[in-house]
C-alpha cells in the first residue's frame, strides 16, 4: 500500500502525511488467493468426485490444446530462445539487474552451485531414463529401434529439458530481478507488463488475472512433480522394504501427505537453512550416483555416447526447435512429449524465475544469461546421456522385458544392475525424497508470494499462507493420481500451462520495451542541471556543506544515523515535493518502509502519458574504505542514502543533505525525466 500526500496546508507536520509500510505485515491479496484456491478446489473436487469424466474431459481438452494451440507452444519456446540469448549477446547484456553500482550477493562459485542444484529434480531421475526408452521404442518418424531411432532418443531427451526450457527460466528471472531491483516494483509477474499496459490497469482485474494464471499455472506445475516424484518414488521404496501393489496408492498418498507436513514445519519453524544444506548435499549425492553408473557401467560407450549426443543436438536443434509435425502430425506424441514439457517448463517459469532473481541481483543481464542456459544444462546432458543411453543399450543387448517396464519402474531396474545395487537405490530415493518435500516447500512459498502485496522483494508471504498452499498442491495431487495418474497430471498441465503461456509472451515484450526506455534516458541525461541541488542552501552555508560532504566521505556512517536522516529530513522533504505537486493537479504519492534494512522513502508521480517519476532513497551499506593507513575490520560498513529513479540507481549519497537540497536534487532529477518524456516515443 502507498500513502498520498494529502494537499493540507503547510503547517501540517509532514509525518501525519506519510502512511508507512510496516515490514512483516505483507497483507494477502484476497481477490487473487480466493480466486485462485477456488479454481483449484473445483477442479479437485471434480477430479475426486467424478474421476472418468474428469479423465476423459481431461483428454478432449488436451486434444484440443494440441490440435490449436500446440503451434503456439512450440513458436512461443523458440521465440524465447531467440529472444533471451540475443538480448545476452546485445548491447542490453550490459544492463544490470539491479542498480549500476549493484554488487553480486552471491560469489560466482556460490551462485553457479545454486544455478546447478536448480537443475536437479525427482522427475530428472524419472525422465532420464523413462524417455530415452519411449523415444527409441515408439519415435515419433524414424523406425523403432532402429539405429537412428537410439541415436535421437537421447537427443530428444535433452531436447525436452534443454535450452528451451531454461530460456523460459531466464526470461522470467531476469524480467522479475530487472523491475523488483533495478525498476522498484514488487516481485510479482504483473510488474513486468507495466511497461505494455501501464501500472494503473495493473493495480486491478488485469493484474489479478495475471497473478492467478501465474499461481495456478504454478500449483499445477509442482502438482505434476510431486505426481512424478511420489509414482517414482513409490517403486523405490518397494525395492527397498517391499508393500503389496495394490497398496502403491496408499504409498503415493502418504509420500504427499509428508511434502505437505514437511512445507508446513518448515513454515512456522523456519528450517529452511537445514533444507538448504541437505539439498546441496543432494547435488553431491545425485554426481555420486551418476559417476558410479558411469564407472562401473559400460564407460567407453557412454563417453562415445556423450560426445554423439551433444553433436547430434547441435546439429538436430535447429529443426526440433520449430518442428510442429505440420504433414504427417504426431498428435499423441506432441501432447504427451513436446507440448507437455513445454505447459511443464511455462508452469514453473514463474516458481524458478523468481528463485534465480533472489540470487542475481547485481549481475548484468549477460553474465544472468550464459549461467541460466549453459550451467544447469550441462548438469542435464551428463546424467541424461549416462542413464538414456544406458537404458537403450540394455534394451539392444536383448533385454525387451526392460522396454515393456512402466516408465516409473525404468530408473530404479536400471541401478540394479551395478555394484552396489541395494545402497544406489537407498541413495537415489533418498536423493529423489528430499527433492521432492523442497519441491513442495519451496512451491508453496512462491504461491503465498504471488497472492500476498509484499513490502519489499526480501519479504515473503505469512507462514499460514504457505500452509494453505502446500495443502492445496497435495490435495491436487492426489486428486490427479485419482484420476488417471501421471497421464492425467500431464494433460492438466498442457491445459493450465495455456493462460500463462500468453502472459509470458507479454512478459518477453515488456521488458524488450523497457529496456529500450533506458537509451532514451541516457539521451536525456545532459538535461539534468547538477549544479542546482549543492547552492540550494545559499553561500552561507557552502563552509558547513563541503567540509560535511568531505568528512562523510572518510568516516563511517551508521545505520541508525542514516535512518534518521531518512525519516527526519528525507521523508518530509519529499512529501512537501507531493503536496506541491497535487496543488498543481500533479498526482503524487509518498511510501515510506522503515525499520530494518532495505528502508527507503520514495516520490511517486505519474502523468497522464509516459512513465512515471521515481524518486526514491533507500539505505545501502557498502564496506569501510581505509584511509591514511587505518586498519578495517573484516565486516566493517558504512551506510548510504542512495537515489534511485524509475531509471535505477543514480550511483550517488544524500546523506546530510538539508531539506532544501533533497527538494532541489528532486527538481533536478524532475526535469531530467521531462526532457526524457519529450524523447520518449511510442513503439
Known amino acids: 500500500m502507498s500513502a498520498t500526500a494529502a494537499p493540507d496546508g503547510p503547517g501540517t507536520p509532514p509525518a501525519d502525511r506519510i502512511q508507512d509500510r510496516k515490514r512483516g505485515r505483507n497483507p494477502v491479496n484476497l481477490v487473487v488467493f480466493l480466486g485462485s484456491l477456488a479454481g483449484i478446489l473445483v477442479v479437485a473436487g471434480w477430479a475426486m468426485v467424478a474421476p472418468k469424466q474428469a479423465e476423459n474431459v481431461l483428454g478432449l481438452?488436451?486434444?484440443?490444446?494440441?490440435?490449436?494451440?500446440?503451434?503456439?507452444?512450440?513458436?512461443?519456446?523458440?521465440?524465447?530462445?531467440?529472444?533471451?540469448?540475443?538480448?545476452?549477446?546485445?548491447?542490453?547484456?550490459?544492463?544490470?539487474?539491479?542498480?549500476?553500482?549493484?554488487?553480486?550477493?552471491?560469489?560466482?562459485?556460490?551462485?553457479?552451485?545454486?544455478?546447478?542444484?536448480?537443475?536437479?529434480?525427482?522427475?530428472?531421475?524419472?525422465?532420464?531414463?523413462?524417455?530415452?526408452?519411449?523415444?527409441?521404442?515408439?519415435?515419433?518418424?524414424?523406425?523403432?529401434?532402429?539405429?537412428?531411432?537410439?541415436?535421437?532418443?537421447?537427443?530428444?531427451?535433452?531436447?525436452?529439458?534443454?535450452?528451451?526450457?531454461?530460456?523460459?527460466?531466464?526470461?522470467m528471472g531476469m524480467a522479475l530481478a530487472y523491475f523488483a531491483y533495478r525498476r522498484h516494483q514488487p516481485l510479482a509477474v504483473r510488474s513486468a507488463l507495466v511497461p505494455v499496459f501501464g501500472a494503473k490497469r495493473l493495480d486491478g482485474p488485469l493484474g489479478y488475472v495475471v497473478d492467478i494464471a501465474a499461481i495456478l499455472g504454478t500449483i499445477f506445475g509442482v502438482a505434476t512433480s510431486l505426481g512424478i516424484g511420489v509414482v517414482s518414488l513409490s517403486v523405490g521404496l518397494d525395492m527397498l522394504f517391499g508393500f503389496p501393489e495394490d497398496q502403491a496408492i496408499t504409498v503415493q498418498i502418504a509420500l504427499v501427505v509428508i511434502a505437505v507436513v514437511m512445507a508446513a514445519v518448515s513454515a512456522t519453524t523456519g528450517v529452511d537453512k537445514g533444507i538448504r544444506f541437505l539439498s546441496q548435499l543432494n547435488v553431491l549425492l545425485a554426481i555420486g550416483i551418476a559417476l558410479w553408473v558411469l564407472l562401473t557401467g559400460n564407460t567407453q560407450f557412454l563417453l562415445n555416447a556423450l560426445v554423439q549426443n551433444i553433436g547430434d543436438f547441435v546439429r538436430l536443434f535447429p529443426q526440433m526447435t520449430a518442428s510442429t509435425f505440420a504433414y504427417d502430425q504426431?498428435?499423441?506424441?506432441?501432447?504427451?512429449?513436446?507440448?507437455?514439457?513445454?505447459?511443464?517448463?511455462?508452469?514453473?517459469?514463474?516458481?524458478?524465475?523468481?528463485?534465480?532473481?533472489?540470487?542475481?541481483?547485481?549481475?548484468?543481464?549477460?553474465?544472468?544469461?550464459?549461467?541460466?542456459?549453459?550451467?544447469?544444462?550441462?548438469?542435464?546432458?551428463?546424467?541424461?546421456?549416462?542413464?538414456?543411453?544406458?537404458?537403450?543399450?540394455?534394451?539392444?543387448?536383448?533385454?525387451?522385458?526392460?522396454?515393456?517396464?512402466?516408465?516409473?519402474e525404468g530408473f530404479y531396474t536400471l541401478l540394479q544392475q551395478y555394484p552396489g545395487a541395494g545402497l544406489l537405490i537407498g541413495l537415489a530415493t533418498f536423493v529423489g525424497l528430499l527433492f521432492y518435500v523442497t519441491s513442495a516447500d519451496s512451491g508453496a512459498l512462491v504461491m503465498a508470494n504471488l497472492s500476498s502485496r509484499l513490502a519489499s522483494p526480501e519479504d515473503d508471504g505469512k507462514p499460514w499462507l504457505r500452509i494453505v498452499w502446500a495443502a492445496a498442491t497435495g490435495l491436487l495431487t492426489v486428486a490427479m493420481l485419482l484420476v488417471g495418474g501421471i497421464t492425467a497430471l500431464q494433460n492438466a498441465t498442457v491445459i493450465m500451462g495455456l493462460p500463462f503461456a500468453f502472459v509470458m509472451a507479454l512478459v518477453m515484450f515488456g521488458l524488450w520495451r523497457a529496456l529500450r526506455t533506458e537509451e532514451y534516458r541516457v539521451q536525456s541525461s545532459h538535461h539534468r542541471i547538477p549544479a542546482a541541488t549543492l547552492g540550494a542552501d545559499g553561500d552561507r552555508h557552502l563552509a558547513r556543506t563541503w567540509r560535511s560532504r568531505l568528512q562523510r566521505q572518510v568516516q563511517a556512517v551508521s545505520t541508525a544515523d542514516a535512518q534518521r536522516h531518512l525519516n527526519g529530513v528525507v521523508a518530509p522533504a519529499l512529501v512537501e515535493v507531493a503536496t506541491e505537486l497535487q496543488s498543481m493537479g500533479v498526482p503524487a504519492?509518498?511510501?515510506?518502509?522503515?525499520?530494518?534494512?532495505?528502508?527507503?522513502?520514495?516520490?511517486?508521480?505519474?502523468?497522464?502519458?509516459?512513465?512515471?517519476?521515481?524518486?526514491?532513497?533507500?539505505?545501502?551499506?557498502?564496506?569501510?574504505?581505509a584511509f591514511g593507513g587505518r586498519m578495517v575490520r573484516q565486516g566493517d560498513s558504512t551506510s548510504r542514502l542512495e537515489v534511485h529513479t524509475d531509471a535505477g540507481g543514480q550511483g550517488y549519497d544524500v546523506m546530510g543533505y538539508t531539506q532544501a537540497q533533497i527538494i532541489h536534487d528532486v527538481l533536478d532529477q524532475h526535469e531530467r525525466h521531462l526532457a526524457f518524456l519529450r524523447l520518449e516515443t511510442p513503439l
Not at 155 to 165: A, E, N, P, R
Open 589 to 625: 504519492e509518498v511510501s515510506h518502509l522503515d525499520g530494518g534494512l532495505p528502508a527507503w522513502a520514495e516520490l511517486r508521480s505519474a502523468p497522464e502519458k509516459g512513465s512515471p517519476f521515481v524518486y526514491r532513497v533507500e539505505i545501502d551499506q557498502i564496506p569501510v574504505p
Open 61 to 171: 481438452a488436451v486434444g484440443w490444446t494440441a490440435g490449436w494451440f500446440g503451434w503456439f507452444y512450440i513458436l512461443l519456446a523458440t521465440c524465447v530462445v531467440i529472444f533471451v540469448i540475443g538480448l545476452g549477446f546485445s548491447r542490453y547484456g550490459k544492463v544490470k539487474l539491479g542498480p549500476d553500482h549493484s554488487t553480486p550477493q552471491y560469489t560466482t562459485f556460490s551462485w553457479a552451485a545454486m544455478l546447478f542444484a536448480a537443475g536437479i529434480g525427482t522427475d530428472l531421475m524419472f525422465f532420464s531414463v523413462a524417455e530415452p526408452v519411449a523415444q527409441f521404442l515408439t519415435p515419433p518418424r524414424v523406425q523403432a529401434q532402429s539405429l537412428q531411432a537410439a541415436d535421437e532418443a537421447p537427443v530428444w531427451t535433452l531436447f525436452h529439458y534443454g535450452i528451451s526450457g531454461w530460456a523460459m527460466y531466464s526470461l
Open 330 to 408: 504426431p498428435t499423441d506424441w506432441m501432447a504427451a512429449w513436446t507440448l507437455f514439457f513445454w505447459a511443464w517448463w511455462i508452469a514453473w517459469a514463474s516458481f524458478v524465475g523468481l528463485f534465480l532473481a533472489r540470487i542475481s541481483q547485481g549481475r548484468t543481464i549477460r553474465q544472468f544469461v550464459a549461467g541460466t542456459m549453459i550451467l544447469p544444462f550441462s548438469y542435464i546432458v551428463m546424467w541424461v546421456s549416462i542413464f538414456g543411453n544406458s537404458a537403450i543399450e540394455r534394451i539392444r543387448n536383448g533385454d525387451t522385458a526392460f522396454g515393456e517396464l512402466k516408465p516409473e
